[in-house]
């Protein structure tokens, strides 16, 4: 008897294809599928080819501009003489920037494309960096920020939206998993960057580095970002709209459940990022590169976690990654206490992997629920998800800041309130099913 050919085979019968894919969107298929079959079947019908590779690449002046900074901050503080209270405002205004310029730049692609939109962020992205090189004092360094971070929003939406005018059900959260190893393997190397140019070139030449990252991007998104959303698919720009889809977004109580868990979530990090620096000097007396050192186990915990989710999200599911990652977040919160009580080094880093481990098992599930709610206004769902994510974040890391006494335990407390939170905001989703699978289904 001839055996019929593998799944992945020119020659696969098509009764056999067809159950492969129904298996797949389920999220019920033992084995693991092959790439090619999985990705191309559940593309979305008339979609252009845009490589995942490319959107990695074309959402990496986000994180680099986010993170390059923490390791710059003592050095900053110290030539503009400045106190901790303003010294936050260096990575806040960066992220509630970056979170709230997403609730102009999603509707903006709606209508006008995503090309556009991405290229002039770029633009942006360049100018805001060439600002803070030159910039003669700390306002007009925080307006170069703000520059930055205006820019940079449209490589967090861009890569997300496009995702999901490529791929459809199961397939759009493994990719979204995929586009976001950019905000995971950038940050292991940013800070780095941020501190060796800082100790070999002063401050000011990681800003430098910014503009030039900007600019390769920038040459890479003309040739290779051909437009996903064609005209006859956009959304008119009108402001009646626009406020009706945030309603309708903001209505649904999954979309809310789906954004604010991860962004909760997330909220611990970047709490770290504003307090943890300090920290790290003043009781462990790191220096620059010792603090991006330091920072990299928190890297290290988002990439793995990110990595994870986009290998089981077909077969875990979106609401046992949130669940699974609201559970290690809050392990790792438990550990930081005893960290900071005992003032070990070792436990505060182990601590801090654990809580964006959590964080990265949560994000890309929780971004891929959230623009599922409404797939017909992906840009747009992209957008306030990244609002809320960006500037939630943004204003924890201020009150992180305003909150600080010096003994870090005011923010291990806050992280335990956002764990909580965060654990209200899954547990309604096990009584529904997966959008993701039930689109697919």
Not at 25 to 40: L, N
Not at 95 to 122: C, E, F, H, Y
Not at 161 to 171: I, L, M, P
Not at 292 to 311: E, K, S
């Amino acid at each position: 008897m001839r055996r019929a050919p593998p799944a992945g085979s020119a020659r696969a019968a098509p009764g056999r294809a067809a159950r492969i894919v129904r298996k797949i969107g389920a999220g019920g298929i033992a084995g693991r599928a092959p790439r090619k079959e999985s990705v191309s079947l559940n593309r979305n019908p008339g979609a252009v080819a845009i490589s995942i590779p490319w959107l990695i690449v074309a959402g990496v002046c986000s994180p680099f501009g986010f993170n390059v900074v923490p390791a710059l901050l003592p050095a900053i503080q110290g030539e503009f003489a400045l106190d901790g209270a303003r010294m936050q405002w260096m990575v806040s205004l960066y992220s509630l920037t970056l979170g709230m310029g997403q609730l102009i730049g999603g509707p903006l692609s709606d209508a006008l494309g995503r090309r556009g939109v991405l290229l002039a962020g770029l633009a942006i992205f360049v100018a805001g960096s060439v600002a803070a090189v030159l910039a003669p004092t700390y306002e007009v360094l925080l307006a170069a920020r703000l520059m930055q971070g205006l820019g940079a929003c449209a490589t967090l939406v861009i890569p997300r939206a496009t995702v999901r005018d490529c791929f459809a059900g199961a397939d759009a959260a493994r990719a979204m998993a995929l586009v976001m190893l950019s905000l995971a393997i950038t940050p292991t190397v940013a800070p780095l960057i941020g501190g060796v140019l800082e100790v070999l070139l002063g401050w000011r030449s990681a800003f430098a580095a910014c503009a030039v990252l900007g600019i390769a991007v920038l040459a890479a998104a003309l040739r290779l970002h051909h437009e996903s959303l064609p005209p006859a698919r956009r959304a008119p720009l009108r402001l009646a709209p626009l406020l009706r889809g945030y309603a309708a977004l903001l209505a649904s109580w999954r979309f809310c459940a789906y954004a604010l868990s991860f962004s909760l979530l997330n909220c611990c990090f970047m709490g770290f990022m504003v307090v943890g620096p300090s920290y790290l000097a003043r009781t462990f007396g790191l220096a620059s590169t010792g603090i991006a050192l330091a920072m990299l186990a928190g890297y290290l915990g988002f990439t793995i976690g990110n990595v994870v989710a986009a290998r089981r999200v077909r077969r875990a599911g979106v609401d046992r990654l949130l669940a699974l990652g609201t559970v290690v977040v809050l392990a790792g919160t438990l550990v930081l206490f005893g960290a900071v009580h005992a003032r070990s080094l070792g436990w505060l880093l182990a601590a801090v992997c654990a809580q964006s481990l959590g964080t990265g098992l949560a994000f890309s599930p929780g971004i891929a629920g959230a623009t599922a709610t409404l797939p017909e206004r992906a840009g747009t769902a992209s957008a306030l998800t990244g609002a809320i994510q960006l500037g939630g974040g943004a204003l924890f890391a201020m009150l992180s800041g305003v909150i600080d006494d010096g003994s870090f335990m005011p923010y291990a407390w806050s992280c335990l309130v956002a764990c909580a939170a965060a654990a209200l905001c899954v547990l309604p989703l096990w009584r529904g099913r997966d959008p993701l699978r039930s689109r697919a289904a």
